[in-house]
Structures are given as C-alpha cells and as structure tokens.
C-alpha cells in the first residue's frame, strides 16, 4: 500500500465514528499496537519535550525502509503516534520526507498537530522527517 | 446573590464546544467578560477614539477623561490613597518586570531578594535576572506538603541585607491564599519593601492595599472579568518617585532635548508610550463590574463550589489533590492514578469543559511535588453546582475509557 493508501484506509476506517467519545476511545485502542521503542533506546537524544506530555522516537532504515518505534507517558498521544507511524513505516525516506500527514485533519484530529498544543506531537513530525531526509542521503 | 443573573451577563456561557454546553473552570488562567467590558470596548471604537493626554479636539479629550476615570474607578476599588499610584501595565508580568527594573536598579551587590517555592514563572525570573544582573541573592521562603509557606524559616531568611520580598497573595496552582499581612509586618520591621502578586486575588477576595500596607501591588485585567493586555502596578507615592524610569519615550516625559530630558510626574513617568486606552477603559468597566458584587457573597459562593466539588471529586477512586491548605480559593488541583492530564483534559474538552492541564508555569510547585503537572479546575463567580455535576459525570465517564 502507498501512504496515501493507508491515509485512505485510516479515513475510511474513522468515517464509522460520529461520537467524539468513541473516535477517542478508538485512537487509545490504536495506541496499544503502536511499535514500542525499546526501553534502553528512551534516552535523552530520543525524548521529544512538549510542555504536557512526552514523545520518545527511534528511528533506522534498513533496505530503504524507514523503521520508526516511538513511546508517549499520554495515552491519547500515543494513539495518535500510532496512526503517523502506521502510514510511513516501511516507507522509503523519500516518500517519508514528503509526507504531509494531511488525514489528520480529516479524520478531525488537527487541533493536536497545532503548534500551539504542546504535546509533542509537532517535533515528533518533524524529527521524523528529518531522519527520513538524513536516510535518503 | 442571584447566579443565573449573573451568568446572563456573561454571553460566552451561552456557547456550545463540541456540541455540547461550555462549562468553563479555567479562570484561573483567565476569566470571561461581562457584556458591560464588551459594550464599552466596542463604544470606545466606535464613538470616541482618539490619544489622549496630547490632543485639544474634544475626542481626544473625552477619551483622557475615560482613561483618567477608568484609573481613579481602580484608586478607590483597592483602597490606593492617590490617583497617580496607579500605573498601568500590560500586565502581572509587566509590572514585575517593571519594578525588577527599576526599583531593581537601585540596588548594590550582597542585597537580598525573598520569593516563596510557590511563586508563578512570572514572580521568580525577573528576579533571577536582576540577580544576575546586579550581584544580588535569591533566597526563598520553602513550602509544606499541604502548599502553605513556612513563615518560621521566611523570619530566619530575613536580615538587613533584604531588600524586597515579593510572594503571591493567592497560589495559582493550589490555590493557597498567604498570610501576606504577617509577611509584610516581619518584612517592613528589617526595612525590606514587599510586592504582592495578586493575579489570583481582586477576582475572589477584598484587597484593601493601604490596610495591607504593602509596598507594590501587581494584577493582571483579564483573570478580573477585564481585556486582556492591560494590568495594574499599585505602588507608594515616595517610592515610585523614588524610582528611575523603566521605559523612555512618549508621555513620560516632562522636556525633551537632544542631550537631556526630564521626567513626567506619576504616573505617567512609567507609562511610555500611547497606551493601551481601551484596554484601560474596559478594566474600569470591569471594576464597576466587581463593583456591582457584594465580595462577600462571592467568597461565601466560591467557598461552597470549592468545597461541594472537592467532596465530589474526593470519591473518585485514585485522586489525589494537590494544594490542601487551610485558607484557600476556588482552584481544586488533582491527578488521577494512572491518568495523564493531557489525556484527562482533551476528553474533558470534548464534552465541553475547559480545565487546564500541566504545570501551570509553576514548575518548582510540580518539582516538589515529583509530578510533571496537575489538572486544574479553577471557579469563578459565574460557576454553578449543576457545572460541577456535570464535570463530575464526564470524569467518571472518562475514567474507564483511560484506564481501559
């Protein structure tokens, strides 16, 4: 599948939720498959700081693959971690680097990829793409 | 005291977020306008603008009365025994930087600051920075576990050497109303001049300044139903001309040359610049607002939301609250086991509730405590029982999705 496949199947799979209640409790379910950074690797050079919750991210390529695994203290965080990991993973740097995340707003989750909401989750995009970019060379 | 008459006077309650009625407990951070503050703003714009303190056309004149009106309206609602002792800031945070500035220039290396472990980001850097900037000591006045000073060590820190104390009158994270009186009686007996930040206070309790005694007094207009951008610095006559200027330029002045300049008078010696004039209306409006209160009815009806909730909250199974003094206002901090606050607070907006979550820019306060931060849920005047209720259900609501 290519990103904008699974940023499709996302879409698809968050269109059931009507609730905002139950498109939460979905996200946390998410959360609980997301590729969990190993705990040695949750060090400092890896914590991404917001002001309320914690992102830790790893990142590697192998056979032109990226491979994240990240972490989040926020659960909510997490879910929402797990949907930007499931779209890129096993993607080519290339295609990671250029990757605008746009089904984040459309499944209505915007608010927590502004940059005034201080979950992380801003520099977590940003850090993955920067590892992409700095694979791709 | 009627609430829902009140509440009428506060058009935003009416909103819905997310489908559902607001119920907002984030005063703490700032609180909402009556349609008094947002009529006279919108008047101001619409019929009288114009600078003031310069112009003779008859706008400009009429908006120098406002705003000289709008001071004198704030003069007696604290109790101030001039006019010119009010000095308008764009804020809390302004005015202490304001007095760090200039007061702080008058002091010499080896001199003494006293701030307490409780204090807003706000009440300690500027302090750190004067420190650094003239060689002086920072010392601190420690906090117990249940968030009240400890004024047996405040007594042992003070010395000749100290030169200003400046604490909270009321904790915006606990919510610890401090026994400012004491501090400044034992802090005036060593010569020391005190500042209380008061940008938890005007809005919950009477504050008299001159019965206070203390030296300077700094709030902010938007946590007391006022605009944002505009704020009070309340300082003593003798000490204020006493001062240098903080910032040069317009209005400040008395005469300018191109190698000297003399000072304006007070208060307009610290206001440089055209201010912010409707900010400064509204904030008098807002006065007349609280005017309109009896405060003890509003501490009385505050009191019993804190403590209605604080029950409420105190069934939940995991809770702990942070902020247990004595004497406190209507800000209930907590945490739930096993739920972060970032998760508690984004499911709480989705039914409606604005709390605040974090540190709530007191991190020393979370330090102590060894946790990252807290939910908040700060009341105002304008907050019900029926709110309460509601908060309480959505909690329960999201407390099994979260740990699930």
Known sequence: MTIQEKEQEIIDEFAIYDDWMDKYEYIIELGKDLPLIKEQLKTDDRLIKGCQSQVWLNAECENNKMKFTADSDAIITKGIIALLIRVVNDESPADVAKSEFKFISEIGLQEHLSPTRSNGLVSMVKEMKLNALKAAK | ?404
């Not at chain 2, 207009?221 to 317009?250: D, R, S």
Request: with cysteine; net charge negative.
């Open chain 2, 1 to 404: 005291m009627d609430i829902q008459k009140i509440r009428s006077q506060f058009p935003i309650l009416e909103e819905k977020i997310h489908g559902k009625p607001l119920v907002y407990f984030d005063n703490g951070a700032t609180t909402q306008k009556p349609l008094s503050v947002i009529n006279r703003i919108e008047n101001y714009y619409t019929k009288e603008n114009a600078n003031i303190h310069r112009g003779v056309h008859t706008l400009s004149q009429e908006a120098t009365t406002a705003y000289e009106n709008a001071r004198n309206t704030i003069q007696t609602y604290i109790g101030a025994q001039h006019n010119h002792e009010i000095i308008f800031t764009k804020g809390t945070t302004d005015g202490i930087n304001l007095v760090a500035n200039s007061f702080g220039e008058l002091l010499k290396p080896g001199d003494e600051i006293i701030i307490s472990a409780m204090e807003h980001h706000s009440n300690i850097v500027p302090w750190q920075m004067l420190c650094e900037r003239k060689g002086c000591k920072l010392r601190i006045i420690p906090m117990n576990a249940k968030g009240e000073l400890e004024l047996e060590v405040f007594e042992r820190l003070l010395s000749e050497r100290t030169k200003l104390v400046a604490v909270t009158h009321i904790s915006n994270s606990l919510g610890t109303v401090n026994d400012v009186e004491q501090i400044i009686k034992k802090s005036h007996a060593v010569g020391a001049k005190v500042l209380i930040d008061g940008a938890q206070s005007i809005q919950h309790i009477k504050v008299d300044v001159q019965a206070l005694d203390c030296d300077f007094y700094v709030f902010s207009g938007h946590k007391l139903f006022g605009p944002t951008g505009i704020g009070v610095l309340y300082g003593k006559e003798a000490l204020l001309n006493n001062m240098p200027p903080y910032q040069g330029g317009g209005d400040m002045i008395k005469e300018v040359t191109l190698t000297k300049t003399t000072y304006n008078d007070l208060p307009h010696k610290f206001e440089a610049g055209t201010p912010n004039i409707a900010g400064g209306i509204g904030l008098g409006t807002a006065f007349e607002f609280l005017n309109s209160l009896n405060m003890d009815d509003v501490v009385a009806h505050e009191q019993e939301l804190l403590n209605y909730a604080t029950q409420a909250l105190t069934k939940i199974e995991g809770i702990q609250f942070y902020g247990e003094a004595a004497n406190k206002t209507s800000v209930i901090s907590f945490l739930i086991e096993g739920l972060h606050p970032y998760d508690v607070g984004t499911l709480l907006d989705k039914m409606g509730i604005a709390v605040r979550t974090g540190h709530h820019c007191t991190q020393p306060v979370m330090d102590q405590f060894k946790i990252p931060g807290t939910i908040r849920a700060s009341f105002a005047i304008y907050n019900t029982k029926e709110e309460v209720d509601i908060f309480i259900k959505a909690l329960e609501r999201i407390i099994p999705i979260l740990k699930n």
